[in-house]
């Protein structure tokens, strides 16, 4: 089933404001909304019952995107999304500027001192069906849509009814790939080269050891 330009307007006005959108991605379907929207990062944790101290990560549609977002990425780190992305990984990037403090949850959005906090970076590799999606130019704050601790959904008929019912906008991309983005922590790895896997995913170790040393 392939998403169409309709969608991807549908996505982006819902993204502009305070909605949130089922999506599909390379991975799993995710719950997006506004990554600067107080109301609507509140709206996407209340329906999938999310711990509130818990981070989110924020997807961008395409790497540009991304690299104009935070221009102030090392050049390692720079480097290693550009290998690495778009594709079924989220990148702990450090976040010296505080951007998109929202994403740190609900309960710690206000900025702090804390200059090493990370930021989680998505960008989904949007290709065959989900290829109308590239188009979307607003960035997403986004998680599973499953609820909390529950199991990640391959189809929309295994998102929860309730968030089906709950969300502003529902897209259809038929069947995904099934596990959850691997999670790879880069946050001092412009200062000593140090990088991490914190949760197993698509892309296995082998694959990021030969990107990332």
């Keep these: 089933m392939s998403l169409t330009a309709e969608d991807a ?8 404001g ?18 600067a929207s107080e109301r609507a990062v509140e709206r996407l944790y209340e329906l999938k019952g999310r711990p509130a101290r818990k981070p989110s990560a924020v997807m961008f549609f395409s790497l540009e995107a991304a690299f104009a977002d935070l ?5 390692r780190t720079a480097a290693a999304l550009d290998a690495l992305l778009p594709g079924p990984v989220t990148l702990l990037v450090a976040n010296p500027r505080g951007r998109y ?3 740190r949850g609900v309960a ?4 702090t001192e804390d200059a090493a906090t990370a930021l989680g970076v998505r960008v989904p590799r949007l290709e065959g069906p989900l290829a109308a999606l590239a188009e979307v130019s607003m960035p997403a704050l986004q998680s599973s849509a499953n ?19 709950g969300a502003d906008l529902v897209l259809d991309g038929g069947q995904l790939g099934g596990a959850a983005s691997t999670v790879v922590d880069l946050s001092r790895y412009d200062e ?8 197993e995913g698509p892309l296995g170790a082998p694959e990021l050891e030969r990107v990332l040393g």
């Design 71 to 75: 221009p102030e990425l090392g050049p």
């Design 101 to 103: 403090p929202l994403a």
């Design 192 to 199: 000593a080269g140090i990088w991490r896997i914190v949760r």
């Design 108 to 111: 710690t959005a206000v900025p």
């Design 147 to 165: 609820l909390s601790g529950g199991q990640d959904p391959r189809r929309l008929a295994d998102v929860p009814l309730q968030l089906r019912e």
């Design 9 to 16: 307007h549908g996505l982006q006005q819902c993204l502009e």
């Design 18 to 35: 305070d909605g949130v959108a089922v999506i599909p991605t390379d991975t799993v379907y995710g719950l997006a909304c506004n990554p």
